[in-house]
Structures are given as C-alpha cells and as structure tokens.
T-cell receptor
Framework: LAKTTQPISMDSYEGQEVNITCSHN???????ITWYQQFPSQGPRFIIQ???TKVTNEVASLFIPADRKSSTLSLPRVSLSDTAVYYC????????????FGKGTMLLVSP | GAVVSQHPSRVICKSGTSVKIECRSL??????MFWYRQFPKQSLMLMAT?????????EQGVEKDKFLINHASLTLSTLTVTSAHPEDSSFYIC????????????FGSGTRLTVV
C-alpha cells in the first residue's frame, strides 16, 4: 500500500480556503485517493475520493496532478466546525485492500 | 448513503472481564469488516480484517485470542475484548465494506472502552 505524508497540523481562520496536500510517491496504478475527516471520539467520515484530475462535491474539491504522486484537498470557506483531523488514504477500493491510516493533519480553524 | 452502526458508544468494565462491541451495516451487505484501535492523539491502527463466514485476519502484534472477532452474517461483526486490562482502554472503531466497489468504506461511530 502506498504510504502517505501530510503536514501534522494547519491553522486557518473562518471564511478562508484551506488546502491540505498529501504526498504518495509510490501510488499504484489501481489506487484511488480518499480523504476522511475525524472529530474527537468519532469514527472517520468520508469527504471525497478521486483517481485523477479534479473531483468536486458539496463539501470539498480534490486536485490530483497528472503524475498522481500527490493530491490536495481543498476546503472552501472553512468554519469553526471544520476543526478536525483530516486523513489522506491511498488504496485500491475495487479490491479488498485495507485502509491504512497515516498520522493525518490536525486542522484548527479560529474565529 | 451507507450507514454503519456501532454499539455501545462507550463502556466501562472491570479488569479481567470481557466486553463485546457490535458493528452493524444498516443498509448494505458488508462482505468485509475491519476493526481499528485508536489511542489518544494517535492515528487509527488496523487490528484485524474479517470476511463473512471465515476467520478474521489479524495484524501483526494483535492477539487473536484476546480480541475475538465474529462475522457470522453480512450485516454484523462483533469484537470481544477478553480478560480486559487497563492497557486495553482505547477507542475502537469498525469499518465495513460492501460487495460493490462503489460502496467504499464506511466507519462506525466508535466505542470508548475504559478498563478500571
């Protein structure tokens, strides 16, 4: 499974756009990139998933360059409730590969 | 979307007793379920993978006789922590994967186990 590297923490203010980048240099051809959000004492919650280029949903965008060795989660206009840990995971969702969590990025949004 | 229900949300037990945690997929059939453990301020660590009707596969360093996993149906997996000790106190989270690729992985809300 591809190993991921993310910043340990990030700080932002309400209303700003936040971009969290994840490195996955040895991503495999069949691997997808998935981002999860976790609040304290809760299970991870799915945010977005993509394979290449750009994916957008109602809460976030995911940018993946052509070489797929990194990806950027973009959260538009964050609010205090976006304070959480964000995990980038890489794996083949079509198979039975397990999800291995890295250390994640602790995002702190301040007023 | 897919929902995974995990119970109890928190439990306190005495050292030496056993505790069972349930994980149910509510609106899909979960052919594969995963159990994670998370210590404070740390990431999730995979404990074991279970496929319906077969024995669970445990990660290195996880005692299979201590953490009993049963996945007897396509909607229910249970984790039993046997002879619990204070060092087993942790946040346990289950995850379920449906039998279709687009189902992805859905996580339960977690169980806070405190062994006193």
């Amino acid at each position: 499974l591809a190993k991921t590297t993310q910043p340990i923490s990030m700080d932002s203010y309400e209303g700003q756009e936040v971009n969290i980048t994840c490195s996955h240099n040895n991503i495999a051809t069949n691997d997808y990139i998935t981002w999860y959000q976790q609040f304290p004492s809760q299970g991870p919650r799915f945010i977005i998933q993509g394979y290449k280029t750009k994916v957008t949903n109602e809460v976030a965008s995911l940018f993946i360059p052509a070489d797929r060795k990194s990806s950027t989660l973009s959260l538009p206009r964050v609010s205090l409730s976006d304070t959480a840990v964000y995990y980038c995971l890489v794996g083949d969702i079509r198979g039975y590969s397990t999800l291995t969590f890295g250390k994640g990025t602790m995002l702190l949004v301040s007023p | 979307g897919a929902v995974v229900s995990q119970h109890p949300s928190r439990v306190i037990c005495k050292s030496g007793t056993s505790v069972k945690i349930e994980c149910r997929s509510l609106d899909f059939q979960a052919t594969t379920m995963f159990w994670y453990r998370q210590f404070p301020k740390q990431s999730l660590m995979l404990m074991a993978t279970s496929n319906e009707g077969s024995k669970a596969t445990y990660e290195q360093g996880v005692e299979k006789d201590k953490f009993l996993i049963n996945h007897a149906s396509l909607t229910l997996s249970t984790l039993t922590v046997t002879s619990a000790h204070p060092e087993d106190s942790s946040f346990y989270i289950c995850s379920a994967r449906g039998d279709r690729a687009q189902d992805g992985y859905t996580f339960g809300s977690g169980t806070r186990l405190t062994v006193v």
